[in-house]
């Protein structure tokens, strides 16, 4: 309850007045940890005090930093863990899911994968199924983010199946599949009750993972 405490005295009065809308204790601890982390994360980045980071919104809901605009960011959290991302320069999303969570992997694949996303879920057993769903499913919901237009875009007109790390989008005029050669994804290891992934636009650019400890 203290680290909380002292997360929770991160936030902006709008930020906290926006936790203490959540019904539950749980949903606003979460959103206070995962907020109050990034602060405290992008703060040390910046070297700029964590209550004087001011965060603007884009059209689809994606969070920016108004005064900082080359240190780009994008969070996601699942149950008890958050997953932050920080580039420079360049776009970046993170997804993160539980192979706890109460995902209907079946029907959530028929509507929004490609067919060969529908095909890779379908040609494993029944123990390795959800895992090769949530494997994708982040790779997919860490691209969207990433692009800024989240779930306006076409979600089965995007195709990260390919084991090259690439994603692929289907051109609706001509019917084609292009590979979008500036996106890169990698599936994360962060233990062995999470599937995670990263999408990154951009070249030359290398990987570097920390657990938060405060």
């Not at 926006?18 to 601890?29: T, V």
């Not at 960011?73 to 706890?100: M, P, Q, Y």
Request: hydrophobic share 45%; aromatic share 8%.
């Amino acid at each position: 309850m203290v680290r909380l405490r002292r997360l929770e005295l991160n936030l902006s009065a709008d930020e906290r007045a926006r936790a203490a809308r959540f019904r539950f204790a749980r949903d606003r601890e979460r959103f206070v940890t995962a907020r109050g982390l990034l602060r405290e994360i992008l703060s040390l980045y910046l070297n700029v005090e964590t209550q004087r980071l001011s965060f603007g919104y884009g059209t689809n809901g994606k969070p920016f930093l108004t005064e900082h605009g080359d240190l780009r960011f994008n969070v996601s959290h699942s149950f008890d863990t958050v997953l932050i991302a920080v580039a420079h320069k360049c776009k970046v999303g993170v997804d993160i899911e539980c192979t706890r969570s109460s995902l209907a992997v079946e029907e959530v694949a028929e509507t929004v994968f490609s067919a060969s996303e529908k095909q890779a879920v379908s040609s494993v057993d029944s123990e390795a199924k959800r895992m090769a769903f949530l494997r994708l499913w982040t790779r997919k919901e860490a691209y969207i983010k990433a692009d800024g237009r989240g779930v306006s875009l076409p979600l089965e007109h995007i195709d990260v199946s390919a084991p090259t790390d690439r994603v692929a989008a289907l051109d609706e005029t001509t019917g084609e599949w292009l590979v979008l050669t500036d996106w890169t994804l990698r599936t994360l290891a962060v233990g062995s009750d999470y599937a995670a992934s990263l999408a990154v636009e951009d070249h030359g650019w290398e990987l570097a993972c920390w657990q938060w400890l405060g």
